[in-house]
C-alpha cells in the first residue's frame, strides 16, 4: 500500500473517534491540573474522621500558620489499608483517626514516623500516646449505652454485658462488626472478662439485635430515639450531636460498668501521627502543637463533643463530668494486638 | 485482492482485543489467586458462617429485583411504543429519568420517607390509628422495591429500542396468516426482542449483586455488602477476596446463561423493508389506567425523591452549604465520567466487534473476561488496580489514570452489553459486500460498520458516563488526594447522616445526567438513522 492511500485513511478515520482519542491521551499524558498542586508544599493529611469534624480545625490552623493544607477523608481501616499499600510513594504527611488501634497497627507496620517533642510530653499524658510518640492522642470518647427514656429506666442497664441478656431480645441496636469502635470495644470486655464471657455475651447482642445492626452510630441514636429500639451502643458524641438537633429527643446515655470493682466505661481516643514518607515533617509538627495546645485542644474535642485529653482543658459542659466516672483499665495500644483475636471471636460468632 | 480479504491474516485488532483482555482480567486473576492460596482454616470458617446466609441473600435478591425489573421494564416499553396517551412523548423519557438517580439517594430518601418515624408512617398512622405500621424499607420486600425502581430503565430502554428497531412486518404477516395476537405475541415479537430484554436484565443483575450504597443503607447483607465490611474492617484481604470470587463465579455463570439465551437467537434487521409500528388508542378507561400507571411508576423512582432533594437543597443552600469547591467537584466528576466513558467505547469496541463479528474461541474468552471486572466488587477491583499500580507503575499511582481505569474496568461490561447487540444487528452480508468491493478493514468499519451501530455506541457511552458519575466505592479508595467528586461528597455527608447537606451534591449529579440521558432516549438520532436506511 502506498502512502497516499495511508494518508486518506487517516484523514477519514471517523471524527469522533478522534476526539475519544485525543480526550483519553489529555487524561494520560496531560499534567492534571490538582496533581501538580498537590505535589508542592501543601501539607496532606489522612483522616479517618468525619470531614466536618476535622476540617474547622484544619482550615483555623490552615489560617494561622499559613500552611496549605489537603484533607483526604475516608475510613479508617481503609486508609490504613491506603498507607500501607502506597508505601513510601505515599503523599500523605499525616494520619489522624478515631481509633488507637488503628493508629497502634499503622505504627507496628511501621507506617508512622516517632516524634520527639516536648509540647506533646507536657500536654497529653503518656496513657493517651504511643511510647515512641509515633501517634498521639488527641482527644478521648466513650462508648456508652444509649436509650429511649419512655421505654428504658436507667437503673435496668448497669453494665454493657447486661445487654446480651434475654429479657433484650428484639430491643436493642449494635453497630455492625466492621466498626472499628465495636471491635476496641470487645477487645477490651475480651481483655476484663475472658473468652467465654465475651463469646457469651456476644451471642446474646446477636440475637437481641437480629436486623437491627447499623452501619453508623447515628443511625443507632436515631433509632432509639423514635422507639424502633429501647437502647443501643454507641459513642459518647452520637447522643450530643442528636440532641443538638432535636433537643426534644427521649434519649440519654448511661456510662457503664461503673459498679465497684466494675470494668469501667470502654474508652478509646482519636488520634494523630506523621507518616514515615512525609517530606514536610515541619509542618506537620507544628499541626502537632496546634492541637495539643489549650486552645487547639477545646477546638478540637468540643466540635465533636468530645473530652479534650489536655488535664487542664475542659470539656464541654453539656458532657457527663469526666471525673465522674471511670475508664477501663486496657493501655490503649494494647488494642491493635487484640484486634486479631478479637475479630476471629466476633467471627465466630457471626456477628453481622 | 479477494483472496486477501477472504482470509484475512491474523488482524492488529486482535492483538489489541487480546491485550486488552490480558489486561481487564489481571485484577480478577489476583483475587483468584488470593482466594485460592488463602488457608483453609479461612475457606471453612466463612463457610460455617457467613457464605450460605450471603449467598442466599444475593441470589434471592438478583431473582427478585430480575423479575420486577422485567414486568415494569417490558410492560413500560410495550405501553410507550404502542400506545398513545396524553403526555407520551414526556413519559418516554421521563421513565428513564431514574437512571440519573443514584440507588443509594434513592436508598436514603426511602428510608427517610417511609422508614419508622418518617412522614409517610405519620400519615399511616394517622389513617390507620397510632399501632400501623408500613412495610419496612430495610426488608427483603423494601429492598427489592428500591433496587427495582432504580434499574428497571436498563430493561425499558433496550426493550423500547428493540421494540421500535422491530420491523412490524413480520409481526403483519403472522396476524395476516391467521394467528392470534396472543400467538403473534408469543411466537413472533417476544422472541424478536428476545436479546435486548436478556441484556437489559444481564445488566439489572449485575448491577444489584454488585451494588454497594445501596444495600449497605438498608443494611441489607449482600456478598458485595460483606466484602466491603470485610475491607473496611481487616488490614488482611484473604476473606474479601473469597467472598469477591464468589461474585465473580456468580456473575460469570450468569453471564454465560445471558449468552446461551442470545446466541440461540440471532436475528439480523433487513433495514430495506422496515416499518414501525403503529399507536394504537387504548380507549378512555384504557387510556387512564395506562397513564396512571406510567406516572405511578415514576413518581416512586424519580419524582418523589426528585422532590424530596429538592426540598433539602433548598434548605441546604439556605444554611450555606453550597459554596466555590463545588464548581470543582462538579468539573470532577463530568470530567471523570466522560473519560472513563469514552475510554471504555474505545477498549470495548475490539472486544465486542471481534467476538460479534468472528466469534472464534479466543475472541469470545476475550469479551468474557471484560465483563469479570463488573463483577468485581468496586471496593475489591479498586483494591486490585491499587496494589498492581503500587507495585508495577508507582509514577502513575495517585494520578486520575488510576481511578479511570478502575471505571473502565467496573464498568466496560455495561458498555459491551449495549455495544454487543448494535452490532449483532448488521447483517454480516452488508460488511462482506463491502469488503468484495474492496473496503479495508478501517474503510469498512467507518462507512458501514460505525454509522449502523452508532446507536449502541452512543446507548454504551451514556450508560458508562451514568455509572461513572454514580459511582462510590472505587472512588473512595482511589481518588487523588484534594480530588473529590460529587458521589463522594454525597457519602461524605449522608454516611453522617447529615442528609440536607447530601442533598445538594446528589441533586447535582441529577442535573448533570440530565443532558446525557436526553441524548440516549431521544428520537432524533434514533429516527434519523432509520431515516437514512430508508
Redesign the interface.
Known amino acids: 500500500m502506498s502512502s497516499p492511500v495511508e494518508a486518506r485513511?487517516m484523514a477519514?478515520?471517523?471524527r469522533t473517534?478522534y476526539v475519544?482519542?485525543l480526550?483519553?491521551a489529555l487524561?494520560?499524558l496531560g499534567p492534571?491540573p490538582?496533581?501538580t498542586?498537590?505535589a508542592g508544599d501543601?501539607l496532606?493529611v489522612y483522616s479517618g474522621r468525619?470531614?466536618?469534624l476535622i476540617k474547622p480545625v484544619l482550615d483555623e490552623f490552615q489560617a494561622k500558620s499559613g500552611i496549605q493544607i489537603?484533607?483526604?477523608?475516608?475510613?479508617t481501616?481503609?486508609l490504613?489499608?491506603?498507607l500501607?499499600?502506597?508505601?513510601d510513594?505515599t503523599?500523605?504527611d499525616v494520619f489522624l483517626t478515631n481509633d488507637a488501634g488503628s493508629l497502634e497497627?499503622a505504627r507496628e507496620l511501621k507506617l508512622l514516623r516517632p516524634m520527639n517533642m516536648r509540647e506533646v510530653e507536657r500536654a497529653i499524658p503518656s496513657q493517651f500516646r504511643a511510647a515512641d510518640n509515633s501517634w498521639i492522642g488527641l482527644s478521648g470518647r466513650f462508648w456508652i449505652v444509649v436509650y429511649n427514656t419512655n421505654l428504658v429506666k436507667p437503673e435496668q442497664i448497669k453494665s454493657l454485658l447486661d445487654l446480651g441478656q434475654p429479657q433484650w431480645k428484639d430491643k436493642i441496636a449494635i453497630p455492625?462488626?466492621?466498626?472499628?469502635y465495636l471491635?476496641a470495644g470487645v477487645s477490651v470486655i475480651k481483655t476484663t472478662f475472658g473468652d467465654d464471657r465475651t463469646k457469651q455475651f456476644l451471642q446474646g447482642l446477636k440475637t437481641n439485635a437480629g436486623?437491627q445492626?447499623?452501619?453508623?452510630s447515628?443511625?443507632i441514636v436515631?433509632?432509639v430515639a423514635?422507639?424502633?429500639v429501647a437502647a443501643g451502643i454507641v459513642n459518647h458524641y452520637y447522643i450530643y450531636r442528636h440532641l443538638a438537633a432535636q433537643p426534644t429527643a427521649p434519649i440519654a446515655a448511661v456510662m457503664t460498668d461503673q459498679q465497684e470493682g466494675g470494668m469501667g466505661a470502654i474508652m478509646n481516643v482519636t488520634g494523630i501521627g506523621v507518616t514515615r514518607a512525609s517530606k514536610h515533617v515541619e509542618s506537620a509538627k507544628l499541626l502537632i502543637e496546634f492541637l495539643v495546645a489549650q486552645a487547639g485542644q477545646k477546638l478540637f474535642a468540643d466540635l465533636d463533643k468530645e473530652y479534650p485529653l489536655h488535664p487542664d482543658v475542659k470539656a464541654d459542659p453539656a458532657l457527663v463530668d469526666r471525673r465522674s466516672f471511670r475508664a477501663a483499665l486496657v493501655p490503649l495500644a494494647k488494642l491493635a494486638e487484640l484486634r486479631e483475636p478479637t475479630?476471629t471471636l466476633i467471627?465466630?460468632v457471626?456477628l453481622? | 485482492m479477494l483472496t486477501v480479504t477472504r482470509v484475512p491474516p491474523p488482524s492488529p485488532l486482535q492483538w489489541v482485543s487480546l491485550l486488552t483482555a490480558a489486561f481487564l482480567v489481571l485484577p480478577t486473576g489476583y483475587i483468584t489467586y488470593v482466594a485460592v492460596t488463602a488457608a483453609p482454616a479461612v475457606w471453612t470458617r466463612l463457610w460455617s458462617t457467613r457464605i450460605p446466609e450471603l449467598l442466599g441473600n444475593t441470589l434471592s435478591l438478583a431473582v427478585s429485583v430480575a423479575l420486577t425489573t422485567f414486568v415494569l421494564g417490558v410492560s413500560l416499553a410495550w405501553i410507550t411504543v404502542r400506545y398513545e396517551f396524553p403526555g407520551r412523548r414526556m413519559w418516554e423519557w421521563a421513565l428513564a429519568l431514574p437512571l440519573a438517580m443514584p440507588t443509594y439517594v434513592l436508598a436514603y430518601v426511602y428510608a427517610h420517607l417511609i422508614g419508622m418515624g418518617g412522614p409517610a408512617e405519620q400519615w399511616w398512622q394517622m389513617v390507620l390509628g397510632p399501632d400501623a405500621r408500613l412495610p419496612s424499607p430495610q426488608s427483603f420486600v423494601g429492598v427489592t422495591i428500591i433496587m427495582s425502581l432504580d434499574t428497571f430503565p436498563f430493561v425499558y430502554l433496550l426493550v423500547r429500542g428493540a421494540l421500535q428497531n422491530l420491523n412490524i412486518s413480520f409481526e403483519e404477516v403472522a396476524r395476516a396468516c391467521g394467528i392470534s395476537p396472543w400467538v403473534t405475541l408469543r411466537r413472533v415479537t417476544l422472541p424478536l426482542i428476545r436479546p435486548a430484554m436478556a441484556a437489559g436484565l444481564a445488566l439489572v443483575v449485575l448491577y444489584v449483586i454488585s451494588d454497594f450504597g445501596a444495600v449497605s443503607l438498608l443494611r441489607y447483607q449482600t456478598l458485595t455488602y460483606a466484602v466491603y465490611q470485610q475491607m473496611t474492617s481487616r488490614y488482611d484481604h484473604t476473606a474479601a477476596s473469597i467472598l469477591s470470587l464468589l461474585l465473580v463465579i456468580m456473575a460469570i455463570v450468569f453471564l454465560a446463561t445471558e449468552r446461551w439465551f442470545r446466541q440461540r437467537s440471532r436475528f439480523y434487521q433487513t433495514s430495506g423493508r422496515y416499518r414501525r409500528s403503529t399507536r394504537q388508542h387504548a380507549g378512555l378507561l384504557g387510556t387512564a389506567l395506562l397513564t396512571g400507571y406510567v406516572v405511578l411508576v415514576f413518581a416512586a423512582a424519580f419524582g418523589i425523591p426528585a422532590a424530596m432533594l429538592i426540598q433539602w437543597s433548598i434548605d441546604a443552600i439556605l444554611q450555606g452549604a453550597l459554596d466555590a469547591r463545588f464548581l470543582g467537584f462538579i468539573w470532577n466528576s463530568t470530567f471523570l465520567a466522560a473519560l472513563a466513558a469514552c475510554g471504555a467505547v474505545i477498549i470495548g469496541l475490539p472486544l465486542a466487534y471481534l467476538a460479534s463479528r468472528r466469534p472464534t474461541r479466543l475472541n469470545i474468552a476475550c469479551l468474557q473476561a471484560a465483563y469479570a471486572g463488573y463483577a468485581l466488587p468496586g471496593p475489591v477491583a479498586a483494591l486490585a488496580v491499587l496494589v498492581l499500580f503500587t507495585h508495577f507503575a508507582p509514577a502513575l499511582y495517585g494520578t486520575v489514570v488510576v481511578l479511570i481505569i478502575a471505571y473502565i474496568l467496573h464498568f466496560l461490561p455495561v458498555g459491551l452489553q449495549s455495544m454487543e447487540p448494535a452490532l449483532q444487528q448488521i447483517t454480516p452480508n452488508v460488511e462482506e459486500v463491502a469488503r468484495t468491493l474492496g473496503c479495508t478493514t478501517r474503510h469498512m468499519l467507518r462507512r458501514v460498520t460505525l454509522p449502523l451501530v452508532r446507536n449502541g455506541f452512543i446507548a454504551a457511552w451514556v450508560l458508562m458516563f451514568l455509572q461513572t458519575m454514580k459511582e462510590l466505592p472505587a472512588t473512595l479508595l482511589l481518588r487523588p488526594v484534594g480530588f473529590d467528586t460529587l458521589a463522594i461528597r454525597v457519602w461524605l455527608e449522608a454516611s453522617e447522616e447529615y442528609y440536607q447537606l447530601a442533598a445538594p451534591a446528589a441533586l447535582l449529579i441529577v442535573l448533570l445526567s440530565l443532558p446525557a440521558l436526553m441524548l440516549l432516549v431521544s428520537n432524533d438520532w434514533r429516527g434519523h438513522a432509520q431515516e437514512g436506511a430508508r
Do not use: M
Request: glycine fraction near 8%; aromatic fraction near 4%; charged fraction near 25%.
Open positions: 485513511r477519514v478515520f471517523p473517534l475519544l482519542t480526550l483519553l487524561s494520560v492534571w490538582l496533581l498542586a498537590e501543601k496532606v468525619a470531614e466536618r489537603e484533607l483526604l477523608s475516608s475510613g481501616t481503609e490504613v489499608n491506603r500501607q499499600a502506597e508505601g510513594h503523599p500523605a497497627h455492625n462488626s466492621g466498626s472499628e471491635q436486623s445492626v447499623y452501619q453508623k447515628s443511625q436515631d433509632a423514635k422507639g424502633q475479630l467471627e465466630q457471626g453481622r
